[in-house]
């Protein structure tokens, strides 16, 4: 599935400081793929806490990734990464929207990737993954709320894609941790137009899939 790339690029490649396990570092560098973006990855030593040192705190002062270098801009936050990239590189017009509501839907979109989604499927993951510890009541019934929304946004706009009728901003930021949910125990067999959208982003061309972990036994 062909999507619309820009012919700007960076004088050097971009550094993207990374979690190659991560979802909202994954979203970073989907995107640069999908856009034929320069960029070199560095990563952290997460086990021993590298991302939580003072010196990192330069680069973060939340300490944590993704964080990007384009020249000597720094930025952190995936969301944010996100918009600065398709604003300096891509058609922000087709990416963020070309109408007022059209920027709205997808900011919208934006919204729940950093809310239900990392408060739900990403947290499920968290656990099984990382090891982290979660309430688990809590992240099962935010993650089941959230597919059921997504399910039927999907079937009442009868398109593939969360906004309109072309990849947008909006798909790349909630598809990684959409698309690794399983890892977590929250399974997509229920959700057919879900699992037709996860198809559809990763048919465009140059997509580049996440690391996977293994599937965890299903728990919703």
């Not at 790339?5 to 994954?26: A, D, R």
């Not at 990392?118 to 499920?124: E, L, M, V």
């Not at 990849?167 to 929250?186: K, N, Q």
């Not at 048919?203 to 965890?216: E, K, T, W």
Request: net charge neutral.
């Amino acid at each position: 599935m062909t999507h619309q790339i820009n012919k700007v690029k960076p004088q050097h490649p971009i550094t993207l400081i990374q979690n190659p396990k991560s979802g909202h570092c994954h979203k970073v560098s989907l995107f640069m793929a999908l856009n034929a973006i320069p960029f070199i990855t560095v990563e952290p030593d997460m086990a021993s806490g590298e991302h939580k040192s003072e010196r990192f705190s330069v680069l973060n002062v939340f300490k944590q990734v993704p964080v990007i270098t384009d020249g000597d801009i720094t930025l952190a936050d995936s969301n944010a990464i996100l918009v600065y990239l398709i604003n300096a590189y891509a058609d922000s017009d087709y990416w963020l929207g070309k109408s007022a509501k059209e920027k709205a839907l997808i900011q919208r979109w934006l919204s729940v990737s950093a809310g239900e989604l990392a408060k739900g499927p990403a947290a499920a993951r968290l656990e099984y993954v990382f090891g982290a510890t979660v309430h688990v009541p809590t992240v099962l019934a935010t993650s089941a709320t959230l597919l059921e929304n997504i399910e039927a946004h999907l079937l009442h706009s009868k398109s593939v894609f969360l906004v309109g009728h072309h990849v947008t901003a909006a798909d790349i930021a909630m598809y990684s941790y959409m698309a690794h949910a399983p890892e977590g125990g929250i399974s997509l067999e229920k959700h057919p137009r879900i699992t037709e959208w996860l198809k559809a982003i990763e048919s465009l061309n140059g997509f580049v899939p996440m690391p996977s972990s293994d599937i965890a036994p299903a728990r919703n």
